[in-house]
């Protein structure tokens, strides 16, 4: 049982929901993630740790209102509880001082980048963000991600805020203006990931990116979260979530994506 400390609108359907979990606050690093059932007959929900306060035995989520178990998950108010948290899961994100780093967050996907951005920053890197969304009232996080950025540029597909244009069209441009970078993590939807690792894979600029992959057992049992990375089968639940994003099958991973919609 997990208690909802706090929960907020950040968007038309992302929400932002703190709930009491202190034994992963006090693990947790950036970059895992949490599985979570509603009740007993609940799908299990993988959701990124967005924050943590291990003095206030608190983890912070962030997620996309999107189907059945989304919706019900919405539906819960601060005071309510979940039946079941499981994490932290996954491989922590590899933090060092790189250097120029670039952080990359499109929609919800900025929610998965903002802890990475975060720990990227505490090790000395210089942190440029850029965030996009398709219009002004979907962006979340931009005050925080600003703390955590020495730069921070926000892009919107329609032009109400910021860059008229996707986030692949801002780093293009950094890349042309030969700006240094070092790393750039990616994380959004499929096919920005895709855009975004073209754009770099010619410059030979490693590039991480965050699969949202679907996950039933999170157990590296299942198979049900299988991507191709560099033609070898990975399991997003115990190899990932993130992988080297000019290795990743990213047609393989669309279509399991759909085929399980
Ligand atoms: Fe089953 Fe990853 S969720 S193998």
Redesign the pocket.
């Known amino acids: 049982m997990s208690r909802i400390v706090e929960k907020q609108d950040l968007s038309e359907n992302v929400v932002r929901m703190v709930l009491e979990a202190p034994a992963i606050a006090k693990k947790r690093r950036a970059g895992q993630f949490i599985i979570l059932k509603i009740d007993e007959e609940g799908e299990r929900i993988p959701l990124t740790i967005v924050d943590s306060d291990a003095d206030a035995g608190t983890i912070t989520i962030i997620f996309q209102v999107v189907g059945k178990s989304t919706t019900a998950l919405a539906m819960l108010k601060a005071g309510d509880a979940i039946s079941d948290l499981q994490g932290p899961l996954g491989n922590p994100t590899e933090i060092e001082n790189f250097g120029r780093v670039v952080c990359i967050g499109g929609g919800v996907g900025v929610g998965v980048v903002y802890p990475l951005a975060a720990a990227l920053k505490k090790a000395g890197n210089h942190v440029i963000s850029i965030i996009g969304a398709r219009t002004k009232s979907l962006l979340i996080l931009e005050e925080e991600m600003k703390k955590v950025s020495d730069r921070l540029i926000v892009a919107t597909d329609d032009g109400s805020y910021g860059f008229h244009g996707f986030v692949s069209a801002v780093l293009q441009n950094m890349i042309d203006a030969g700006e240094k970078i070092d790393r750039v993590y990616a994380i959004g939807p499929v096919p920005m990931m895709r855009v975004l690792a073209n754009v770099t894979k010619p410059h030979g600029i490693k590039t991480i990116v965050s699969l949202n992959s679907i996950?039933?057992?999170?157990?590296?049992?299942?198979?049900?979260?299988r991507v191709s990375v560099g033609g070898k089968t990975k399991?997003?639940?115990?190899d990932g979530p993130e992988f080297d994003g000019h290795e990743v099958d990213f047609d393989q991973l669309a279509n399991r994506l759909r085929m399980y919609q």
């Open positions: 996950m039933v057992d999170a157990t590296g049992m299942c198979g049900a979260c399991f997003t639940c115990v």
